[in-house]
């Protein structure tokens, strides 16, 4: 439990309120793969606008579980920002859905979601 993300500042949020956490850990789910996935896409099509509005969008969420990447999504964010063009962000990228990617698994595990 809490491997590849921490929950203190969720509870902190929440004032420990069970049914709150839930219902974040379920809006986690929800939201980030989806825009994890829509992040991959961008970059992979050097489509920077997308880019950065995924990878914007993510940002409170990612900061809020500590999945301990938000210095490397900043990064992912700013390629597409400032149209990078001669940064390969792949290997950021991969490290940024590695780590959703435990994430969500073992949310998904911890809360039977």
């Known amino acids: 439990m809490e491997q590849h993300y921490k929950l203190y500042r969720v509870k902190e ?6 049914d709150f956490i839930d219902a974040l850990a379920a809006a986690f789910l929800e939201e980030v793969p989806e ?15 997308n880019a950065y509005q995924a990878a914007h969008k993510m940002k409170p969420t990612v900061d809020l579980f500590e999945l301990g990447v938000l210095d490397i999504l900043i990064e992912v964010q700013d390629w ?8 390969d962000i792949t290997s950021q990228l991969n490290t940024v859905i590695s780590a959703v990617d435990n994430a969500v698994a073992e949310i998904k595990s911890d809360f039977n979601l």
């Open 13 to 18: 949020l929440a004032d420990n309120d069970q």
């Open 80 to 87: 597409g920002k400032f149209e990078k063009r001669d940064l």
């Open 35 to 49: 825009d994890a996935e829509r992040l991959k896409k961008a970059v992979a099509e050097k489509d920077y606008y």
